[in-house]
């Protein structure tokens, strides 16, 4: 049985992505020198709030999904060599071919957390790869019930809080240390997790019986971190205190795991196959996931030349996407790019 949903819902995510990188130059909370350059736009602030909400986390239980079934159709041994081809050598490719020429370029230093970039989701995924495939977790899985899967994923997800809290006590390298190898897979293995366990359970239809209570959590929650998030970027009083914080990192934690859930229990009940153009985005997107990032930065200041940070960032995620895409074609080409950015 395929999913076609998923192929759509892949294809959304990967970009999702442009957007909420372009995004980064217009928000409330961007740094200094991008808000000296550009007007802060409350809509394209709000954009990025929503769509980081659940990006990700949709991301992973995708992947959590993928993963379990490849295993059960499959064999450990081809996810093996699967997770080394799609993951591994991209990986790889990327810190030499992008993420190093983009801090020469950039004169940035060489600290872990510059020559990783935005490569963290795939350190992230070869960790739960490597987690998923020992018998423990499989067993684990297959005996526990629906609500203690939950539970444990609420759990585990709140308990990414104190990494959160503690970063700004620690030294870069430590925190860089915390920032990818710790606080991202403990935040997100609840994610991957919850996908592995409901294709191990599909026959139990597990998804009918949570669409709707995710749907009201999701929403409930999203009305109630929308008035954080407008405290914030109003600089409101309590957005210092303490107490605020925490608060606005569980409710995010909550609307995260409500919203990605029903997001991705939405497009599994779709039916209708793919597209020409959904399978072209679905071929694309771990090379326009690669090379995405450092194309944003270089297109930036040919944005500064417009009026409106509106017209700025649609001109950015435009010419971000032709120009992702055009490398994928070119990449597709030959054998050997082929090979380093794990393209089929």
């Not at 963290?120 to 020992?134: E, H, K, M, P, V």
């Not at 270089?298 to 500064?304: D, N, R, V």
Request: proline share 2%; with cysteine.
């Amino acid at each position: 049985m395929r999913f076609y949903g998923l192929d759509t819902l892949r294809a959304l995510m990967m970009l999702l992505g442009i957007v909420v990188h372009a995004a980064y130059f217009f928000t409330v909370s961007a740094s200094e020198k991008y808000i000296e350059l550009y007007d802060t736009s409350l809509l394209i602030s709000y954009l990025q709030f929503f769509l980081s909400s659940f990006r990700m986390e949709t991301f992973f239980i995708l992947c959590g999904f993928l993963s379990s079934m490849v295993l059960v159709k499959k064999n450990r041994n081809y996810y093996i060599k699967n997770r080394i081809d799609r993951v591994l050598i991209p990986l790889i490719t990327g810190i030499l071919l992008i993420s190093i020429p983009f801090i020469l370029l950039n004169e940035e230093n060489f600290t872990l957390k510059n020559i990783i970039l935005h490569f963290w989701f795939l350190i992230t995924l070869l960790i739960f790869s490597g987690i998923s495939i020992t018998d423990r977790y499989q067993n684990i899985l297959k005996s526990i019930s629906l609500r203690s899967t939950l539970t444990l994923s609420l759990i585990v997800t709140f308990i990414s809080i104190p990494f959160i809290v503690i970063t700004k006590y620690l030294p870069a390298i430590i925190n860089d240390l915390n920032f990818i190898f710790i606080y991202k897979t403990v935040y997100y293995i609840p994610y991957f997790t919850i996908g592995y366990y409901l294709y191990i359970h599909k026959d139990k239809n597990y998804f009918s019986i949570l669409k709707k209570p995710a749907f009201l959590v999701a929403a409930v929650s999203l009305i109630v971190a929308t008035i954080l998030q407008i405290l914030s970027y109003q600089q409101h009083d309590l957005i210092n205190s303490f107490y605020f914080k925490i608060l606005n990192i569980s409710i995010n934690n909550i609307l995260s795991l409500s919203l990605s859930l029903y997001i991705f229990i939405f497009f599994l009940s779709i039916n209708k196959s793919s597209s020409k153009v959904t399978k072209f985005l679905i071929d694309s997107s771990l090379v326009v996931y690669m090379v995405h990032y450092p194309i944003i930065f270089i297109i930036e200041p040919y944005a500064q030349n417009f009026n409106s940070s509106i017209y700025s960032f649609f001109f950015i995620c435009t010419l971000t996407f032709i120009i992702s895409f055009l490398i994928f074609k070119i990449l597709k080409i030959f054998k050997i790019t082929r090979f380093l950015f794990g393209i089929k």
